[in-house]
């Protein structure tokens, strides 16, 4: 069983920052085999890639949207993945989810279709 769990969550600003991260476990679980992915998801809308980090973290890939306010990162000795974000606006409010993309791809996965495992999700509102 593989559980990851997002933290770091909030009410911020308009032009603040958050930092949230997703531990991951799991008895079998090796972190370091998954390319690991955010996405959000805004009331009344469909879930949307923010971004995603291979398993060395050699490659990285963003949403356009976010793409010069965010930043992945990840730990393999922590099992744990983040994400930085920075002048936060308001339209950036939804839940996060972070999840774990088994299969080896020659680009990053986008779709939330991809993923093989999901967290519950961490709530960020971000006040204008």
């Known amino acids: 069983q593989v559980q990851l769990v997002e933290s770091g969550g909030g009410l911020v600003q308009a032009g603040g920052s958050l930092r949230l991260s997703c531990a991951a476990s799991?008895?079998?679980?090796?972190?370091?085999?998954?390319?690991m992915g955010w996405f959000r998801q805004a009331p009344g809308k469909e879930r949307e890639f923010v971004a995603a980090i291979s398993r060395t973290a050699g490659r990285t890939s963003y949403a356009g949207s976010v793409k010069a306010r965010v930043t992945i990162s990840r730990d393999n000795a922590k099992n744990t993945v983040y994400l930085q974000m920075n002048s936060l606006k308001a339209e950036d409010t939804a839940v996060y989810y972070c999840?774990?993309?088994?299969?080896?791809?020659?680009?990053?996965?986008?779709?939330?279709?991809?993923?093989?495992?999901w967290g519950q999700g961490t709530q960020v509102t971000v006040s204008s």
């Open positions: 999840a774990a993309d088994a299969t080896r791809r020659l680009t990053l996965a986008t779709l939330k279709e991809q993923y093989d495992y």
């Open positions: 799991g008895r079998t679980f090796t972190f370091s085999s998954y390319d």
